[in-house]
């Protein structure tokens, strides 16, 4: 008589430990595709935060250089030269001498900002990007320097701004030129950084330069 031998039954498979379906690989994916999502306002908004404070930065440094000027210049700022001028006679350039460090005169949020961006570029709009005030009220002229002490209610008067990438100007002679025009107030989330005649920066809020007071003028009253 033949007996049959039977194979052993086989056993179900197994999945090995610690490996993923393809439905559990692409609900993980979905899940840090979602917490990507959710933070990339915050980044983004850390980044922007970043650049304003850098630009914050870059005017009290700015400022610093501006009183070792005026300290050595009997309270004397800049002479005032713009568009048209020889580059070495605009504010910048005179300042350089006084430890001005290039990469300071420009916001990193400018959109004409690159890392080759010099004082020297032959297009106005990137040379800069900031905004000195002309101070119009003293009757300057192009040469004639501003002085300080002409200056009485120094804190509120906005010695320097920030213009629009779109501007070419060095100066900002209020009232004959419209700071609307020149000036780019809503660089940082809807705010603008400013830096004041004593020397303390600050940021403000759209429109806050030029309303309820005109912070570009030295006439307390307007």
């Known amino acids: 008589m033949i007996s049959h031998v039977h194979p052993p039954a086989r056993k179900p ?15 993980v994916i979905a899940i840090i595709s979602l917490l990507a999502a959710l933070l990339m306002p915050s980044l983004k908004n850390a980044r922007q935060a970043g650049k304003g404070a850098a630009c914050l930065s870059n005017l ?7 009183n070792i000027y005026a300290n050595e210049n009997d309270d004397l ?7 048209n001028s020889p580059p070495d ?8 001498p006084y430890g001005l460090n290039d990469r300071v005169i420009f916001c990193p949020e400018d959109p004409l900002f690159t890392p080759t961006s010099t004082p020297l570029d032959p297009d106005d709009r990137k040379t800069h990007s900031y905004i000195l005030n002309g101070l119009a009220e003293l009757g300057l002229q192009i040469g004639q320097s501003p002085f300080l002490g002409d200056i009485s209610n120094s804190s509120e008067v906005v010695l320097l701004s920030e213009k629009k990438p779109t501007e070419t100007d060095y100066y900002l002679s209020y009232p004959a030129e419209d700071p609307d025009h020149e000036l780019d107030q809503a660089r940082h989330r809807e705010k603008a950084n400013y830096l004041f005649a004593d ?16 912070l570009w003028t030295i006439d307390p009253s307007d």
């Open 60 to 66: 009290r440094q700015i400022a610093m250089v501006l």
């Open 13 to 27: 498979r197994r999945r090995a430990v610690g490996a993923m379906t393809i439905l559990e690989l692409l609900v």
């Open 89 to 96: 006679s605009r504010w910048m350039w005179r300042l350089r």
């Open 77 to 83: 700022l800049p002479p005032i030269y713009g568009v």
């Open 199 to 214: 020397s303390h920066a600050q940021s403000l809020p759209t429109g806050k330069s030029l309303v309820p007071h005109n």
